[in-house]
């Protein structure tokens, strides 16, 4: 079994910055893509940021160029550094990855997401 928890997220000022973790654990043995997704109230999960296991990443135009997607692969986490953040960034966020474990080969794993409020 693979477990994602997330953390970091929380109640911010419009400007200001957070930092999102996910750390993955249990049988892996590799894990390939991770990335994080976001669902505002009343709106369909989007796709945020990813990132390969080679660290090619990918950004939704929204957050291009204030948010910034990572990972340690010694630590099996990826981060989400959020800057400059807008009112319209406030959703609950959540982690994916696609991991290979060692019980049961390739499958898709999410978190349990973490708030996001951008407000004054």
């Known amino acids: 079994q693979v477990q994602l928890v997330e953390s970091g997220g929380g109640l911010v000022q419009p400007g200001g910055s957070l930092r999102l973790s996910c750390a993955a654990s249990g049988s892996i043995f590799r894990i390939n893509t991770m990335g994080w997704y976001r669902q505002a109230p009343g709106k369909q999960r989007e796709l945020v940021a990813h990132i390969t296991g080679g660290g090619s990443t990918n950004y939704a135009d929204s957050v291009k160029g204030r948010f910034a997607i990572s990972r340690d692969n010694a630590k099996n986490t990826v981060y989400l550094q959020m800057n400059s953040l807008k009112p319209e960034d406030t959703a609950v966020y959540y982690c994916?990855?696609?991991?290979?474990?060692?019980?049961?080969?390739?499958?898709?794993?999410w978190g349990q997401g973490t708030q996001v409020t951008v407000s004054s």
């Open positions: 994916n990855a696609d991991v290979t474990s060692v019980v049961r080969g390739r499958d898709d794993y």
